[in-house]
């Protein structure tokens, strides 16, 4: 017999009382709103604490660049494997991203706005074409995130390191994806509208990944309005949503939350010609002060726009990947240049490069607040940095060209090393005889320039 077919329409609480639905998602969305202001508020206050830096100009070229790697994902997929990788995160998530926002919309606007009937968003062909892109990218989404971590986890490339975030980032964006086709496969296993069942109607395959779901539970006895299928619905739906809104919170305080500034960065990003120095206004001022401040000697000489750099890196190591110190075996990797002082801002732990971890407390103080060490106070050659670290990077800026989130590395090494040759006068021996040279006798070599004698070309050099 022929099942009588329905238009296609999508109930937002099947099974799910509305008023416990409402009142458990509001609760979660006030309580995740509240943890995720807070948390990024925190990283606001930390950037207001650098020195002012000017980044508003060109802002047509900027808003370009800006949707241009964002969303055209142009300097991720430079590097193809792990590049394919991210879009494949990334588009997945956007995807259900919007597709959450689209049941919100239509929960609490256009119904109540428009009546129960006008106000259907997900009704129809716009809802069968959402099926269907919503399966098909929650499938990339999955397949992306299967992808990190068995790289990250199991091939374990030299440029990864592993902290624990990144498992509960990793794992709870798994759980969220793969629940969410398990509820669907439920739903579309046991539920009727109008006394029809929806797995027999001709737009279900649609969903295909829920389509197969439903297959199998209903095999295994799990469909057709099984009580036991109902109250696996139903927790599956509850834990689905504290998952959701327990990731939400929680962006500020993991590596996942280059999603708000990673754009943002990019957005602020150089737009100079690379390697041009930045300029010392009023150096001879400066010099004559009884404690000049060049260069960058602790975390307070950062601008806002640096410490912006700490929070939107996401620990990549595609940087180090193409850094040539640190192929030379150089203590130099501009990743860890980057996440220590991440770790010093927040007043974490720092993880070094060999594995090691310090606290501030740790480190030799270079000012106090009442006799007690502070993050900003700290200086960072000596405590963070060695010299060998800051004195083998090259400027090559291969480090900032390969960046997805367009960090600059190398402004950072060469203000450190600004500050050491201009303030401490603490250089590597090699390095000071080339600046003696050039003091002396205007160039690296400390040549004197002598004129040729007669019979032979250019000039001779005397020392």
Known sequence: MQQEQIIAIREIYWNISPTVGQLFLYTLAILTTIVM????????????????EARINDLAGRAREFLVQVFGQKRVLRDRKPGSMHALIFFGFLALFIGTDIIAVEED???PLLGPDAGKILVGSFYQSYELILDTLGLAFVIGLSWAALRRYRVRPERLDNRRTDAWVLGVMLFIAIGGFLIEGLRIANQTIGGVPVYSQAWAPLAYIGFTLAMF???????DGSPLALGIHQVLWFTHAAATFAFIGTLPFSKFKHILYTPLNTFFRDTTPKGALDAIPNLEAEIEKDEPQLGLATLADFSWKRRLDFDACMRCGRCQSVCPAHASGADLSPKFIITKLHDLAHQQPVLFKDGSLKSIADFEPGGATNGTTT??????????????????????NACVHECPAMIEHVDD???????????????????????EGIERAGNHGACQRAIAPPGRLGSMCQR
């Open 37 to 52: 202001a807070w948390g990024i508020l925190q990283d606001i206050a930390r950037w207001r604490r650098g020195k002012p």
């Open 109 to 111: 606007f256009t119904v």
């Open 217 to 223: 539970f209903r095999a295994i006895g799990l469909g």
């Open 375 to 396: 993050a900003e106070t700290i200086p960072l050659y000596g405590n963070l940095f060695s010299e060998n670290e800051l004195w083998s990077c090259t400027t090559c």
């Open 413 to 435: 090494i060469v203000e450190l090393r600004r500050h050491l040759t201009m303030i401490e006068s603490e250089v590597p021996q090699g390095v000071k005889r080339v600046l």
